[in-house]
Every structure is written in structure tokens, then in C-alpha cells.
């Protein structure tokens, strides 16, 4: 016998596995919308016509509407500022590109000893590297001056990401 809930709506159904009195954010003035149900890592899943799919794009999609074709849904955005994964605020979110979300990602990967993301060391050149990805191009520069490069990387952020 299937499970009572099957017969919601899918818009009732998902909302069964949201606590709306999260946190507040102070950007927008709203609480997050903590997703209860089933997770992949630190970002909610939502089961919609046989397939999972992430429970911040299907919140948008209930209480906003169609993704554009192409971009994600991101949090962490200068506009709303929701650095909570787990958050499925519709307004708490908006499409970006894909590449524009993953340059505004805090951290820097766990062997990276420049401790900033996007700089590195290159051990076989002797010399600091950065990298900037924006619009399918990467962009590269080097220096023995940690520094130098350091500016460079977000000096290009800011200018390729807006």
C-alpha cells in the first residue's frame, strides 16, 4: 500500500520536510527554512517524478518559478547572503551561472598550502600561480610574490563576477 503522503500535492508534500523557523537572515529580513528530509551532504534532496533533485531548486521552482535554462540556484549571493545549505527559502536564493556559483565559494581545497582559494604553490616552477575561471576561459598569472598574485586573484574575481 503506498504511503499516505503520495497522495499530496507534490508543493504540500515538500513542505512537510520544512521547519520555517530557522535562523534569521539578516540581508533579507526572513528566516531560513530548514530542510528536514532526506540530505547529500549538507544540501537537501526532494524526490519529484522518479528522480532526486536538490531541495533549494525545487523551492524555488514551487514558489518562484522555472530555473533559466543553464544556471543554478545559489545561496551565497551578495543580494540575499544565505551561507545556510541546508536553507530552502525561496527567497533566500537566486539562479546564478554555474561559474559565477562556484567562484563565490568560501573555502579553498584541503591541500591547498596558500590557505586562499584559487593561489597556489607550484613546486616544479618555483613560483606562486593563481587561476580564475569565468565564461568557459581560465585566466593565469604567476609570480614569486605570493602577494602579487594574491591581489591579482581578487582583483579578477571581482571584475569577471559581478
Not at 528566516?31 to 526532494?46: A, E, H, K, P, S
Not at 521552482?61 to 540556484?73: A, N, Q, R, T
Request: glycine share 10%.
Amino acid at each position: 500500500m503506498p504511503h499516505p503522503n503520495w497522495r499530496l500535492g507534490i508543493e504540500d508534500r515538500f513542505l512537510l520536510h520544512v521547519d520555517k523557523a530557522g535562523p534569521m537572515n539578516p540581508k533579507t529580513g526572513s528566516c531560513c527554512w530548514l530542510w528536514t528530509g532526506n540530505m547529500n551532504g549538507t544540501y537537501g534532496r526532494f524526490h519529484i517524478d522518479g528522480r532526486m533533485q536538490y531541495a533549494h531548486r525545487v523551492a524555488y521552482e514551487l514558489f518562484v518559478g522555472p530555473v533559466p535554462s543553464g544556471y543554478d540556484i545559489d545561496h551565497d549571493t551578495e543580494e540575499v547572503g544565505c551561507h545556510n545549505p541546508a536553507c530552502v527559502n525561496p527567497g533566500h536564493v537566486l539562479p546564478a551561472l554555474p561559474n559565477s556559483n562556484k567562484q563565490r565559494r568560501r573555502g579553498c581545497q584541503a591541500n591547498n598550502k596558500s590557505g586562499e582559494r584559487g593561489v597556489r604553490w607550484d613546486e616544479k616552477r618555483g613560483h606562486w600561480r593563481g587561476v580564475v575561471d569565468a565564461n568557459n576561459k581560465r585566466y593565469e598569472k604567476s609570480s614569486k610574490d605570493r602577494a602579487v598574485v594574491s591581489e591579482w586573484v581578487r582583483e579578477m574575481r571581482a571584475r569577471l563576477h559581478r
